[in-house]
């Protein structure tokens, strides 16, 4: 155990780092702690937390800081799988990514097998070389269901007993989170083969909504009950739609997902264990894994795709992980704005691709806008601009870090609010360039818009005759 040691008088004081190192079979983990003192960050993995202002012991306990009854190892047949990895974090973002990796490649061998494909030539905008599964979504769910479950503290749940470990409040909303996430998909997964009218979806939502509220899973912005439980339908089908909207190009949404998750893991981890969101940055963590895993078929050229159902299921999880944070305490405006930068692109893609279809008179109303489908959102037209596949994922990655960075920057600084209105003012000059650059890239007049006013159903014409039969 080192000690921080001064140098001679008049120097500057310098902190000897403190390490450890963990190893096992699989991976090798070194660990540095650095008093905040000497101004430097603690590095672990992949992610990187700030010990700003505290202790080594203080650092300890907030690196091992997990919601009650979650552990640092996975417990598999009486053995500790990553016994010398006592990092919960570390251990759940490896068990999603192996699960939803798996996951992915079976669901998509058996989507194969029974038909249920993305195929070309189905609407006018579907221009891939083959026929592709849609199936990716439920890969996501289980490396996120996994993970969690498998870093369950079975012990402490035997001897607290079941009941207190059901009431406990990072269970409900955990729960809570999962249950509406396996609900989404499914509907996104029926609406793949057999649209779903958008009048019963959002009742659905809605009656979803309002389970959510009995798990505290509600935006709390207003002294009115059915004002947030409104503004909480709204922005959950709102970041619904928006996710539906970017999964127009290989790993597009796959990025855009896994940005978001890393940001609210950032959040929930806060600059303590004391101030931590334990549940938050544990799901945020976990399903940034099950992201990554399911990007090893999304990249591009991709062999599995979100279809409705995975779509549907990143927006829900990601617009949820925002209600459940804590993003300011009795500061309205930045509980309002900072998640909107954490989300800035798929609200951004969403909310341009609406504008220019009505500008260039595609449509006479917003309403039309968002339900005719082409080859115009903004990942389109970075294509048409000459980016190769790979480009476009690079350029939406670093558009979707400037608003994350600048949300995580607001969140955690609070800065006053001349600060924070240039903060805005700089991300909204970022994507207004943006915009600029890329709006002549399409004319939607053209045959390469490939406008579509039919809403899309997914089906393989071989799934379709069996499902008419």
Known sequence: MGRESSASTGARPRAAAITRKYRCKVVKVQLAVIPAEAGIQSFLGLWIPAFAGMTY?????????????????????GAHVFDYIKYPHFVALLIAFIFADAACAIFGRLARRAGALDAPGTE???????????????????????????????????SHGFQQFLVDKHTRLMFATVTGGLATALIGFVDDFTPINAVVKLVALGVLTA?????????????????????????????????????????VAGVSAGNAAFWIFLIGWGTSAATAQASLSFMGIALLGAVLGFLRHNRPPARLYLGN?????????IAVSVVHAGWSVNDALKSAIAPMLLLAYPIFDLGYTVFMRWKQGIVRNPIQAI??????????????????????????????????????????????????????????????????????????????????????????????????A
Request: charged content about 15%.
């Open 57 to 77: 012991s203080e650092a300890k306990a907030h690196v091992h800081c997990a919601p009650p009854y979650y552990d640092a190892r996975l417990v598999f047949a």
């Open 371 to 468: 339900v005719v489908s082409g080859r115009d959102h903004t990942a389109h037209r970075l294509t048409s601009l000459g980016l190769p596949p790979w480009g476009v994922v690079f350029v939406i990655a670093g558009l979707n870090g400037i608003g994350g960075f600048a949300a995580y920057v607001i969140v955690r600084y609070s800065p006053s609010d001349a600060w924070m209105s240039a903060i805005v003012a700089g991300v909204a000059v970022v994507y207004a360039c943006f915009g600029f650059v890329i709006r002549n890239a399409v004319d939607l007049r053209s045959e390469v818009a490939k406008i579509s006013h039919r809403k899309p159903t997914g089906k393989t014409p071989q799934l379709s005759q069996t499902i008419n």
């Open 309 to 317: 159902g995975g779509a549907f299921l990143l927006g829900f999880l």
């Open 211 to 251: 389970v959510l509220a009995q798990f505290g899973l509600i935006v709390n912005l207003t002294p009115w009950d059915a004002v947030n439980w409104l503004i909480t339908l709204i922005w959950i089908v709102g970041i619904m739609s928006a996710f539906n909207a970017i999964d127009n190009t290989d790993g």
């Open 124 to 158: 006018p905008y579907k221009v891939q070389k083959e026929a592709v599964p849609f199936v990716g979504g439920f890969g996501i769910l289980l490396g996120f269901v996994g993970a969690l479950l498998l870093s369950l503290r079975w012990d402490l749940i035997e």
